[in-house]
């Protein structure tokens, strides 16, 4: 059967992705499996790289880059945002605040569902709304849990730094006051892929005199459970595909 689309370099590139899937490679093993030109397979792997598709272990040989990896969880978001909607509408009743679900997309932040607080001061932030990545708590949860150097790029111009990210992973949630937006606070915590990556972090916000500066004290364990369900959801909908298939 024919493999090829008929697009030389998207066939080329495919092949690149697929000779990684092997494991790391040199460029010479890299040659080696794809039959590319030398010239031909460097230029497609450092093109690979650039968009995060392949990137490069500590003894700089080529690998799978981690924009497969957030493709992959974005392919089965449907899921998680079939199951957020009750979630956060449960964690918005039962704080009183708006709540969110994020996840990272670049250098920034996407909402990908909400739940507004219907009366009163609240901090309203619609679905699609694109917000930094170097200020708020749901930030420092898509940051914490990130590879080193990807971590240490994400330091450049935040309002937080390394300690605190630390304290984000030793504690397992984040919270903010006034650092995103003067009078707002909030607390996050991450939802987990069935392979136990970050792949989103669940916020509640609202105005600092209703939260307080101390808003974990009042809401962690109750996003935290919040998230958590989210997470259980994406490993149930993995464990029965996984045993679809082996049936």
């Given at each position: 059967?024919?493999?090829?689309s008929?697009?030389?370099?998207l066939d080329?590139a495919?092949?690149v992705?697929?000779?990684?899937?092997a494991?790391?490679?040199t460029?010479?093993q890299?040659?080696t499996?794809?039959?590319?030109a030398?010239?031909t397979?460097?230029?497609?792997a450092?093109a690979?790289?650039?968009?995060?598709?392949?990137?490069?272990?500590?003894?700089?040989r080529?690998?799978?880059?981690?924009?497969?990896?957030?493709?992959a969880?974005?392919?089965?978001?449907?899921?998680?945002?079939a199951a957020a909607?009750?979630?956060?509408?449960?964690l918005r009743?039962h704080?009183?605040?708006?709540?969110q679900?994020?996840r990272r997309?670049?250098?920034?932040?996407?909402?990908?569902?909400?739940a507004?607080r219907?009366?009163?001061?609240?901090?309203?932030?619609?679905?699609?709304?694109?917000?930094?990545?170097l200020?708020?708590s749901?930030?420092?949860?898509?940051l914490a849990?990130?590879?080193?150097?990807?971590?240490h790029?994400?330091?450049?111009?935040a309002a937080?730094?390394?300690?605190s990210?630390?304290?984000?992973?030793r504690?397992?949630w984040?919270?903010?006051?006034g650092e995103?937006?003067?009078g707002?606070?909030?607390?996050?915590a991450?939802?987990?892929?069935?392979?136990g990556r970050v792949?989103a972090?669940?916020?509640i916000?609202?105005?600092?005199?209703r939260?307080?500066?101390?808003?974990?004290?009042?809401?962690?364990?109750?996003?935290?459970?919040g998230?958590?369900?989210?997470?259980e959801v994406?490993?149930?909908?993995a464990?029965?595909t996984?045993?679809q298939?082996?049936?």
């Open positions: 059967m024919d493999n090829t008929g697009v030389g370099v080329k495919a092949i992705l697929s000779a990684l899937e494991g790391p490679s460029l010479a890299l040659v499996a794809t039959g590319l030398r010239p397979a460097h230029r497609l450092v690979l790289e650039h968009h995060r598709l392949v990137g490069r272990d500590m003894q700089g080529f690998v799978l880059g981690p924009r497969l990896g957030e493709l969880a974005a392919a089965g978001e449907d899921r998680l945002l909607g009750p979630v956060l509408g449960a009743d704080t009183n605040e708006s709540a679900l994020f997309q670049g250098d920034h932040r996407i909402c990908v569902s909400a507004e219907p009366v009163g001061l609240r901090d309203s932030i619609p679905i699609g709304a694109q917000l930094t990545m200020a708020g749901a930030a420092q949860v898509l849990w990130e590879e080193p150097d990807r971590l790029r994400g330091l450049q111009g937080f730094n390394a300690t990210l630390s304290g984000v992973r504690r397992g984040a919270q903010s006051v995103r937006e003067a707002v606070a909030s607390v996050s991450p939802v987990r892929s069935p392979s792949i972090a669940v916020s916000s609202g105005p600092i005199e939260l307080s500066r101390q808003p974990g004290r009042l809401h962690a364990a109750t996003v935290i459970a998230a958590n369900k989210l997470t994406l490993a149930r909908h464990r029965q996984e045993e298939n082996t049936a």
